[in-house]
């Protein structure tokens, strides 16, 4: 007679039930455990990832280009913000999206993270509006105002990217170093004296002549006045004269149809705003000289009557901060 035989059946049954609720109690137990650890290096890989860029960790909106999150590295050599590091991981991004266009999506910010870099302080930026409103200005303004900090933070890592993506992918060929913006016969510019009373740190340029003068105008070709990687390209801002009457797209509200242009040989991005269209795209490299679109009166700044009829130009070096008028008025002289 077998020993389990003598076992009454009722027992047998108790036996197994205890035995199959131990077998369950230990896989819940060894998955739980497994997770906990999963989470736990998750989380430390990402905390690392995050310093790379020298990214804040609080609960602020900020960008990570998507395959850094995805490249693999020994986090513990992820500290701080250090070239080398950068280039490891780029290395890593250009054999994981060897494409350039692939490679652009990846590590080029979204728009409002470059305006929120380009945009120092938002004491002065938004002195003259209340971006308080919930109207598609307020809204477009309050998140770049959300995001100043975080770009500052974010910057050199970013732009340390870039140059090792433009290095990568510029043509050999040798190009122009700097271009006139329009046509030598199709723009003026304003007077020395009357910089004072315009813009501090940005300078237009006025069109000789432009169709639909008022209404939807369309002026000259715009050029870029230095070679560089497109970093923002927008053609589609829809809108009126006020900020109660923008509904969307565009640089900004303000700015309208526009490009900006990062030189990483000369740390400095370039600005055309108020463009009627753009023929260029986001990640996109230029040459000086290279047409970007044609001259407008998009965005609500130059939409008023008698405003449009110019290309507001701006430069940003990344060294010494914003240009003023005058410094832009003699590098636009200087190339005439």
């Given amino acids: 007679m077998n020993f389990l035989d003598t076992i009454p059946s009722r027992v047998r049954i108790i036996v197994s039930l ?60 992820l500290y701080l913000l250090d070239r080398s590091v950068i280039l490891e991981r780029f290395t890593l991004l250009k054999e994981q ?21 380009l945009f120092v302080t938002s004491e002065t930026l938004f002195a003259q509006y209340d971006i308080t409103q919930d109207t598609a200005f307020g809204r477009f303004y309050q998140e770049i105002t959300a ?22 992918f510029k043509p050999k060929t040798r190009t ?23 813009h501090p740190d940005a300078l237009d340029i006025f069109f000789n002549q432009v169709k639909n003068r008022d ?31 923008y509904i969307s797209g565009g640089i900004s509200p303000r700015a309208g149809n526009g490009v900006i242009i990062y030189n990483p040989l000369e740390k400095r991005y370039y600005s055309y705003f108020h463009l009627h269209d753009v023929t260029v795209k986001k990640g996109q490299f230029v040459e000086a000289g290279q047409k970007l679109g044609r001259g407008g009166n998009t965005g609500i700044n130059a939409k008023k009557q008698g405003h449009g009829a110019h290309l507001h130009f701006e430069i940003f070096d990344v060294i010494k901060g914003q240009w003023t008028s005058t410094e832009l008025y003699e590098f636009i002289k200087s190339l005439q």
Avoid: C
């Avoid at 137990?29 to 650890?37: D, E, F, G, L, N």
């Avoid at 990846?106 to 470059?114: H, K, R, S, T, Y």
């Avoid at 770009?151 to 732009?159: L, T």
């Fill in 215 to 245: 209404k939807n105008e369309l002026g000259p070709n715009i050029f870029s006045v230095s070679p560089g990687i497109v970093i923002t390209a927008r053609g589609d801002w829809k809108g009126g004269d006020t900020p109660e009457s």
């Fill in 147 to 168: 995001l100043i900090e975080t770009a500052q933070a974010q910057s050199e890592g970013i732009e340390i990217l870039l140059e090792l993506y433009y290095n990568e």
């Fill in 18 to 77: 205890l035995l199959v609720f131990l077998v369950w109690i230990t896989a819940v137990a060894s998955i739980a455990i497994v997770s906990s650890k999963i989470t736990k290096d998750n989380s430390f890989t990402n905390t690392m990832l995050l310093t790379i860029l020298d990214q804040p960790t609080h609960d602020a909106p900020f960008h990570i280009p998507e395959a850094l999150r995805e490249a693999a590295l020994d986090p513990a050599s």
């Fill in 176 to 198: 122009l170093k700097y271009a006139v913006p329009i046509a030598r016969d199709k723009y003026s510019l304003p007077s020395r004296r009357s910089l004072s009373y315009s």
């Fill in 97 to 117: 999206y060897p494409s350039q266009e692939k490679l652009a999506h990846i590590l080029i910010p979204e728009d409002n993270w470059i305006l929120a870099r």
